[in-house]
């Protein structure tokens, strides 16, 4: 396969930097970062939140509204994993029987609260969206789909996620909130519930904690150690990691505290994970942003590969890294971004000539995508260089 004329291929020498000051030291800056289980409030908070969202919480939390019986949105985005899943499968399994598998990894939810709806940006970088591919445009969109995604909560139809709305032990509440005849109409009621989940995450402060070691740091109210400092260097350096320039690390111009994303797409090339059943299918390929519902982005297959920028936060308690939960530790994660290029023999599998079947999980058309330099090791950019 060709390799030749990537952005990326030219900035190998700072990919060498990078490992030689190692992976180790980034990983102490992002546990710094990363808020961290013994955050005093990261698993719950007596903030009083509005009759919606408290209602949003035990929606969010109940596993009566599946098919199953036993799946509940908190099943797969799990508070004592940073509200990302809590095993390292490399999707969830849900449906009627909780046996059939996702196609994706169950992202973090946290942060979320100022990520915008999908637009191009006017330097045409995708932007904003929720889901991996940015395929719904609001927090409320997005939280009508796990109800009836035949893979998770796999309710048949609204109705039947309504009827089972509407014989929870908080039904009441729910009328009271929307009407006593809510229920007798579907649309309205399944929007509604949708709705409380939303404002439920938008007003738990659970889901948006800026009550790191990092933050502390921020604020000049703390130090980091000297490795923390190196790592932090590495991570911020844009001859070296480079990570925060898709992973923001400094505070907002309003003073802001950073959200360790800047909510756009890329295309890192991770390896193909055997682990999905979908890809037992040699010819299937998850393409990400250019292959989402809808085909909106059919044409634009400079877009495929491309996955939504993750939050970093609190990414030391999660179980399975990018999209297709390939790598089970953090530290396999960064060791994969400061070696792919130099070392391809350690991430992607052989071909018969001896040569290394690199960025294997996309098919070899779209293996050139790169139109980015902004990452020295990583720069499979799905958007214009800027
Ligand atoms: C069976 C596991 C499962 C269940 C149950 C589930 N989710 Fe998810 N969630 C996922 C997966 C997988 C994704 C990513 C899917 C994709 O990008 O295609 C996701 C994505 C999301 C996102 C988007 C995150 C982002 O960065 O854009 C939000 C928000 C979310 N889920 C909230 C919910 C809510 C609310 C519920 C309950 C109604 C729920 N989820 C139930 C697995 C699950
Ligand atoms: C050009 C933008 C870009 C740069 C620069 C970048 N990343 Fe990422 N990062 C991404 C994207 C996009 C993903 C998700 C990719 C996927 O799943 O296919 C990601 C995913 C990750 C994940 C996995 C998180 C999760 O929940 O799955 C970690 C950890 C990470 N990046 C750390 C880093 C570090 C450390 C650096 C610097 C060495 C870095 N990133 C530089 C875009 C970037």
């Known amino acids: 396969m060709h390799t030749k004329g990537y952005g990326w291929q030219r900035q190998r020498g700072a990919g060498r930097v990078l490992r030689a000051l190692g992976a180790l030291a980034l990983c102490a800056a992002l546990a710094a970062c990363g808020g961290g289980s013994d955050s005093p409030s990261s698993q719950g908070s007596s903030t009083a939140l509005s009759a919606t969202a408290t209602l949003g919480k035990k929606i969010f939390n109940d596993v009566s509204l599946s098919a199953s019986g ?3 949105c908190s099943s797969c985005h799990d508070p004592a994993s940073g509200h990302a899943q809590p095993n390292s499968l490399a999707a969830q399994l849900g449906g009627p029987d909780l046996n059939l598998q996702g196609n994706r990894i169950a992202p973090t939810i946290r942060y979320l609260a100022s990520n915008t709806g999908f637009f191009f940006a006017a330097d045409g ?26 893979v998770e909560m796999a309710n048949a139809t609204k109705a039947d996620a309504v009827a089972r709305l509407a014989k929870a032990s908080y039904a009441a509440e729910f009328q009271q909130l929307y009407g006593g005849d809510i229920f007798n109409n579907v649309d309205n009621a399944f929007e509604r519930m949708a709705l409380t989940l939303q404002q439920y995450q938008l007003e738990d402060p659970v889901f948006h904690e800026y009550s790191s070691k990092y933050d502390a740091f921020l604020q000049g109210k703390t130090a980091l150690t000297d490795q923390e400092m190196r790592g ?39 390896p193909r994970n055997l682990e999905l059943r979908q890809n037992a299918d040699p010819d299937y390929y998850d393409l990400g942003l250019c292959a989402r519902e809808g085909g909106d ?73 790169s139109t980015r330099k902004r990452c020295p090791t990583t720069a499979n950019r799905a958007s214009p260089p800027r």
């Open 232 to 270: 932090l260097a590495l991570y911020n350096s844009p001859t070296k990691g480079n990570c925060a320039a898709c992973h923001l690390s400094a505070r907002g111009s309003g003073g802001s505290m950073p959200v360790f994303t800047d909510f756009t797409y890329d295309n890192l090339g991770v």
């Open 125 to 150: 970088t995708p932007t904003g969206g929720f889901f991996w591919d940015g395929r719904a445009q609001t927090l409320l969109q997005q939280a009508e789909q796990p109800f009836l995604n035949p």
């Open 70 to 72: 036993k799946q509940s």
């Open 297 to 369: 982005l059919a044409a634009r297959s400079d877009l495929c590969g491309a996955f939504k920028v993750p939050s970093l936060r609190n990414v030391a308690l999660r179980h399975a890294f990018f999209h297709n939960g390939k790598f089970k530790t953090l530290k396999d994660a960064l060791t994969f971004y400061v070696q792919r290029d130099t070392n391809p023999e350690k991430w992607y599998p052989q071909n018969a000539d001896g040569s290394y079947d690199k960025y294997n999980d996309l098919p070899a058309r779209y293996r050139r995508t």
